[in-house]
């Protein structure tokens, strides 16, 4: 079986491919300029008037004013070393002459001294200086070292080298790497928030590595969690349905049963208590779900302490059979554009939980308050808060007590609720662009605050 070549694995052996070669690129430039930089003194030297000068003291003061001259560490410039040598190779200082040289300068340079004269005279490597007594000797001029190895210009240069491919070779793989990983993350996020539509961008899914593929699979999960997302409400919708006509048919049977034959009068009570619970469930499940698949149609210009005021009042029979106080502080200019009844049944849910966790004699506040809102200063928003005083719920309960279904201990004699609440409160006021979460209060209880667009 042929196994395919990873698409990354090519991508990645050409990034390194190509860092090699950019470096080796680099270094052999950094070099060059190295040696051309050392080259340079030696051939100002050798075009200098370095060997006129030597001739001149030559025939001015003999060998000995030659050995003098070359003595003299004035007389001979930075980067070159000069070797006067006679017919056998000894330089008239005594310097040894570096191995390396030395085949090369017995070859091409003494052979020249050694020369009769003759009416043959090849340009010579070496120039001569010829003594008053014919003595003969080669003028060998050397820079003192063409080696950009070992030295610390050559290594700041080549670890520059490195640094400078690392670095852009890094950029280039974080680039064609990083970007895909980060588009991917977000859509992986995005998911993970609850927004089962959203996808990788297909910059990403299009592409032929490792990635890309990853990309796809991460599509095609979204794409199945939207489906059972969107079955499995279609199956909550149905079923409310489906309940609700045996439901009412079973009320309206109670009643006529009742007229014929009554019941005793707790065991009735109770029947219809069980039947009115069932019917508000259902009512409960079927506002859940609509609320996801449709957008609010009716939009008013709503003032929120109006509508506050109305709720409390409502509420205010409630809370005092359970002997709590409502306080309710509100601005009398804050509007929101909305369905009043939807942001009504939101608003009553959080302020009906607050009175039932309420102990008896204490508070419940509700405000309104204009706030900016902290991830755009620019807009304005509405900030309703509904304080108790009651147990308040643990922090890691927090967040979920938004999600459906979910109660905590039952609330005193209390336990009617289906746990739908805060899930549809939620849903109200994200549908209306706004806000929920819940925090603890102090010194106890429980605070909810709800943010919404202010109108302008
Ligand atoms: N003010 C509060 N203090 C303490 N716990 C609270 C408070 N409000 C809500 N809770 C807890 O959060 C849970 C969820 O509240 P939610 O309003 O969604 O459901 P519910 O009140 O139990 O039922 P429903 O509102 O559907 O009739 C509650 O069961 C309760 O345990
Ligand atoms: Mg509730």
Redesign the pocket.
């Known amino acids: 079986m042929i196994r395919r070549v990873s698409p990354l694995y090519v991508r990645m052996a050409v990034y390194i491919g190509a860092a090699i070669v950019g470096f080796v690129l680099l270094a052999l430039a950094s070099l060059a300029l190295i040696a051309s930089r050392q080259l340079e003194n030696y051939l100002l030297a050798r075009e200098g008037s370095l060997g006129r000068d030597a001739a001149q003291v030559l025939s001015g003061g003999g060998r000995d004013a030659l050995r003098e001259w070359m003595a003299d560490p004035r007389t001979i410039p930075d980067g070159v070393v000069l070797y006067i040598l006679d017919a056998e190779g000894r330089d008239l200082a005594g310097k040894e002459l570096p191995a390396s040289y030395r085949r090369f300068v017995e070859r091409f340079v003494l052979a020249a001294v050694r020369e009769e004269q003759s009416n043959f005279s090849p340009i010579r490597l070496a120039p001569l200086l010829v003594a008053e007594d014919g003595t003969r000797y080669a003028f060998l001029l050397l820079p003192q070292r063409i080696a950009p190895w070992g030295n610390a210009a050559t290594l700041i240069a080549l670890l520059a080298a490195a640094l400078i491919v690392i670095a852009v070779v890094a950029a280039i793989i974080a680039r064609a790497l990083g970007k895909p990983i980060r588009e991917l993350q977000l859509t992986v996020r995005t998911l993970a928030k609850g927004d089962v539509a959203a996808r990788a961008p297909t910059a990403v899914t299009g592409r032929g590595d490792e990635l890309g593929a990853l990309a796809r699979d991460v599509d095609a999960m979204a794409e199945r969690i939207e489906r059972l997302l969107a079955s499995r409400q279609q199956l909550m919708r149905d079923m409310s349905h489906e309940l609700r006509s045996p439901l009412a048919r079973l009320q309206a049977a109670l009643a006529l049963t009742e007229r014929k034959q009554p019941l005793p009068e707790i065991e009735h009570a109770r029947i219809a208590t069980e039947l009115e619970r069932m019917n508000q469930a259902i009512g409960?499940v079927l506002r859940f779900t609509r609320l996801e698949a449709e957008p609010i149609r009716a939009k008013h210009l709503l003032r929120i302490d109006e509508l506050l005021q109305t709720l409390v009042e409502d509420e205010r029979d409630e809370a005092g059979h359970r002997d709590v106080r409502l306080v309710l502080i509100a601005a009398a200019d804050l509007t929101v554009v909305g369905d009043p009844a939807l942001l009504r049944s939101g608003f009553e849910?959080v302020l009906r939980?607050?009175i039932r966790?309420a102990p008896p004699g204490s508070p419940v506040e509700v405000s309104a308050a204009p706030r900016q809102s902290a991830e755009d200063p620019a807009t304005d928003t509405v900030e309703v808060r509904i304080e108790?005083r009651?147990?308040?719920?643990p922090s890691e309960m927090l967040e979920r007590?938004f999600e459906p279904y979910?109660?905590?201990a039952p609330a005193g004699d209390d336990s009617t609720?289906?746990?739908?609440?805060?899930?549809i409160a939620r849903r109200v006021f994200a549908a209306h662009g706004g806000h929920i979460h819940a925090e603890p209060a102090t010194p106890c209880g429980?605070q909810v605050r709800i943010t919404l667009p202010r109108a302008c």
């Open positions: 409960d849910n939980n607050a966790h108790d009651g147990p308040g719920v007590i979910t109660r905590l609720g289906t746990g739908l609440g805060l899930a429980l």
